[in-house]
């Protein structure tokens, strides 16, 4: 986890600096958009979800009200972050691909460009490969909004939503740097299980920074430039499936 933090706070140095700082601005822009829109929802929407869930709630279970309402709010904030997350990313992926070679080049001292396909077909590809990772969060997704509605069982959808968030974080950001150096989404997936505690301790350390408002407006890039530094440090030396 240390070394998630260090890597993290490197990022933010990094991206902020001359040469770096042209890949974030447009995405932050767009960002405090979409942030602006889902501050409003939030406003208007959030009550009446509450209400709607804890009207839900069998009649047996409504002594622990206490306990239940706090897990509700909880499970809808973790949901509401991961949609402004998936939407700021899917926006932002062109630009971050870009960012993530121009951090691994500065880290190796390496003039070239890591990646030989154009800029466009980086682009395209950074946008497709974008759909891949909402393909592969799209039924999971389901399948703990599903577990919400469930009497009993919706008491562990936070915790179970904590850990997906976590798990994706790292899936999000650890791929930029995979991708540029072409390596696929199964052996990106494959790689992050074999290194699971980093993977993990990653994906933590941005989760619990991803939901501060305004303050993950710039998370997002820093973690693209600490993705990188991960993936130099715990999966660039793993072997390739056969």
Request: net charge positive.
């Amino acid at each position: 986890m240390v070394y998630a933090v260090s890597a993290l706070g490197r990022g933010l140095s990094m991206v902020l600096s001359p040469g770096l700082r042209r890949y974030v601005v447009i995405p932050l822009l767009a960002n405090l958009a979409i942030y602006a829109l889902m501050f409003t929802l939030v406003i208007q929407r959030f009550s009446g979800w509450v209400n709607y869930w804890m009207a839900s709630v069998p009649g047996w279970l409504e002594w622990l009200e206490w306990l239940i309402w706090p897990l509700v709010v909880l499970c809808l904030i973790i949901v509401l972050a991961f949609t402004f997350t998936v939407v700021a990313n899917l926006i932002a992926s062109p630009f971050y691909g870009f960012l993530a070679e121009n951090v691994e080049r500065r880290l190796s001292g390496q003039q070239e460009s890591i990646d030989d396909r154009s800029l466009w077909r980086q682009g395209i590809d950074s946008l497709k490969r974008e759909l891949q990772k909402l393909a592969w969060m799209a039924p999971r997704v389901l399948l703990l909004l599903l577990i919400g509605f469930v009497p009993v069982l919706h008491l562990a959808a936070p915790l179970c939503w904590a850990l997906f968030s976590i798990w994706s974080m790292s899936i999000q950001y650890l791929d930029y740097p995979m991708d540029n150096n072409g390596v696929s989404f199964p052996d990106m997936k494959k790689r992050l299980s074999a290194r699971w505690w980093p993977t993990l301790t990653f994906g933590g350390v941005i989760s619990a920074l991803i939901w501060i408002p305004i303050v993950n407006l710039l998370v997002m890039p820093a973690a693209v430039a600490a993705g990188v530094m991960m993936w130099r440090r715990h999966y660039m030396a793993l072997p390739r499936p056969q």
